[in-house]
């Protein structure tokens, strides 16, 4: 009898579940209401500060509440070129300007926004991460429909009144710097989760996982399995649709 695996012990939780001990605040859009719907609302940045374990920067925004003598302080994620002291406009009648939250009905067809909603009044969530954005493809009027093209290449059609904000998120080509010795992914998982570093399969004995044993290091079956095999079986490519390298072009998805 083998033991659990990794993958099977990943999903009860425990060791495994992200470390959000020292996270700022949610980053999200304000809640909508009437003065973001019919009109807009003015903010200013006041600091830009560093989330750990998120490689983008957060905009600390001080709001005047439209119905209350008092302030309200949204943490927004920084889009590239925002500063402290900045002014930010959220609403429908917000001007294009990097930084300013408007419906996807007020922005014309290749706008670049990011943190959009995918659901009205959900606050923001594609193209969040640093460097990605999201583009305006098209609108229906008609059934008060956008489609808009996401990070990954693929289409999505969402409510025309979902929201975004202008520009690319901060803090892009984070990734092209090489982390180069292993003490520096340490330091980057220690605020994530516990995923580093990783034994692979072929070099653990046989009753840690399937693809360990043997003289050598080999998987010693196929690398594809079944959708439909146990739990304990399930390990390498899982149902597979293809293996091996892209070659040639690649077609974004529609």
Known sequence: MGRVIRNQRKGHGGIFTANTRLRKAPAKFRSLDFAERHGYVRGVIKEIIHDPGRGAPLARVVFRSPYKFKQITETFIANEGMYTGQFIYAG??????VGNVLPLSSMPEGT???NVEEKVGDRGTLGRTSGNYVTVVGHNPDEGKTRIKLPSGAKKVISSSSRGMIGIVAGGGRTDKPLLK??????????????????????????????GGGNHQHIGK??????????????????????????GTQKTKE
């Open 92 to 97: 429908k009648n917000a001007a294009l300007t």
């Open 222 to 247: 196929a690398s594809t399995i079944s959708r439909y095999a146990a739990q304990g079986q399930k390990a390498g490519l899982i149902a597979a649709r293809r293996t091996g390298l892209l070659r």
């Open 182 to 211: 292993a003490s520096r992914a340490k330091h980057k998982f220690a605020v994530k989760r516990n995923s580093w570093p990783k034994t692979r399969g072929v070099a653990m004995n046989p009753v840690d996982h399937p693809h």
């Open 112 to 114: 670049v926004i990011s």
